[in-house]
């Protein structure tokens, strides 16, 4: 396993974390249980959890894992996030999570789910800076982190407030393109940074074809896609979401046969990554100026899950209302100017898609 700095916390965490979002059966504890104990086992000691993780559940198997690691001697970090901003609710949130997490404090809590700049405003109206730091002295939390979906400028400007420790970010090399600003902060602020989604919520397992510039030869996608990861000196953990032993397995294997590339040739692959990406949206925000407000850049991500994951209207429904807050029918919004379709640099049909987004 290969540890790195959590930004200058003074924590090591391992380079491959454990995220509790995509268990098979979470209601088969011993089987979840036994999945994090094998991580442990394996080197992984960055374990991220979240109380909408089925509806609290994650944060419960969590806790009785945590346990058993504490009695194995196996050290680990736990993560946890809370949506919540007023200062009773986030007190009401964080007492039921260390009950569940059995632990007196969390190591990493994060501000939950940024999506845009209005709602960070807004949550920080209500007081969350506050709170946080209370929980910090009070040795409730460690560190104060944010998880957030923001892109290009947007997530830059956040994460140069210079109030958090780290961040925990959608990065792969699906998405790469429209997140790399935050490397400036990260760099910036020295900011522990934790990569979620690094299989681009399966589309990059479901078609390796598109992914070939990842790829070594007798390499797998996942393989691939998590080195992709890894080769980013300044990331400190890839989360993957296991659902079992055979895929922490997969990646523990991974994590061994690891040979890092030079920078030099990391930017090589990048550059190679445009063209076959065709007709996807990388996310890279260059439309996103629209003079409806529209959020582009997210209506298109969910449509990129509909061509490439056969994916139904209402499976797209969902990406949009629990990805990015976002309704079909808004897309409806459009005038049709045709500014967006000028700027995509992957010249895509949005006001097509956002035709067909609307009527479903
Ligand atoms: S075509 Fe529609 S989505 Fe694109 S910029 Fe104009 S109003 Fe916005
Ligand atoms: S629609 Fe085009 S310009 Fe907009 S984010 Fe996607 S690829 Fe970039």
Redesign the pocket.
Known sequence: MIYRDYGVTGKKVSLLGFGGMRFANIDNTDECIRTMIKAAEGGVNYFDTAPGYFETKSETVFGKALAEMRRKNLPYYVATKTFKSTNDAIRREIEAQLKRLDVDAIDFYHIWSIITLENWDARKKEGILTTFRKLKEEGLIRHICVSSHLIQDKIETLLKEGVFEGVLFGYSALNFKTREKAFDAIRAKKLGAVAMNPLGGGLIPGHPELFGFIMRPGESVVEAALRFLWDHRDLSVALVGFRGEQDLAEALSAMEKYQPRTEAELAAVKEKAGDSLEGLCTGCAY?D????D?P?PYYMDAYNHKLLKDYGNSDLKDRLNWQWNLVPKDAG?????????KTCTQHLP??ER?KYIKGI
Do not use: A, S
């Open positions: 439309c100026d629209c003079p409806q529209i582009i919004k459009c005038t049709e100017c045709g500014q967006c379709e949005i006001v956002l």
